[in-house]
């Protein structure tokens, strides 16, 4: 913080817009953000060093993270293939699309012997003669299960079902984040952080 106790110094700035500041420190800094237009600016245009571009450090592509509407499964499989396919996995039967992606698509499924609901991100079928992109997908599941944090899903498991390549994450019902700026536009920079 500044001498005044007013604005948070760059530096504190820097650190909030950056994910590095405790629970106790993003709630003393939220507040000046909330009302002070310099200050949401300055993190507007912050440098380059983002959390997003953390995320986009650890694989090809932060957007292989984001997931779009929920639609056609991108898969020369129907869902209903897919449903037949998981119905002799042992722990993971698909219940409905929840959104895909470059690499996949996400599907709610119940885990049988834990009776709990997880998210199961299932590789395109197109890639899956692809070296290259299963290599990919399986840096995605690795560098998935480094991270824990409250605003990160956790991921469980990965697996295979004949010749589908799979992630077991946690399920977190609500609205997703994509759905939020259609909804909502821009979200303001406390906001963007905190999520």
């Not at 005044?4 to 994910?19: I, M, N, V, Y």
């Not at 469980?156 to 609205?175: P, Q, R």
Request: aromatic letters at 6%; one cysteine or more; hydrophobic letters at 40%.
């Amino acid at each position: 913080m500044t001498s005044e106790g007013k604005h948070p110094d760059k530096e504190t700035l820097d650190a909030f817009g950056q994910g590095r500041l405790s629970d106790a420190d993003i709630s003393r800094v939220s507040e000046p953000l909330d009302s002070c237009e310099q200050c949401s600016d300055y993190l507007s245009q912050a440098g380059q060093d983002t959390v997003l571009d953390h995320l986009a450090a650890i694989g090809d592509s932060s957007e292989s993270f984001l997931l779009a509407e929920p639609q056609a499964v991108n898969s020369s499989k129907s869902f209903e293939d897919l449903q037949e396919t998981f119905s002799s996995h042992s722990r993971y039967a698909l219940i409905r699309p929840l959104g895909s992606g470059g690499m996949g698509a996400v599907f709610l499924a119940s885990h049988s012997v834990m009776q709990r609901q997880v998210a199961i991100k299932v590789i395109n079928d197109q890639f899956v003669s692809n070296p290259d992109a299963v290599k990919r997908f399986f840096q995605e599941v690795r560098n998935a299960s480094l991270l824990s944090h409250k605003n990160i899903v956790t991921a469980h498991d990965a697996d295979s079902a004949d010749d589908i390549h799979f992630l077991v994450m946690e399920y977190v019902e609500g609205e997703s984040l994509a759905e939020a700026v259609a909804r909502k536009g821009r979200l303001p920079v406390v906001a963007a952080v905190n999520y």
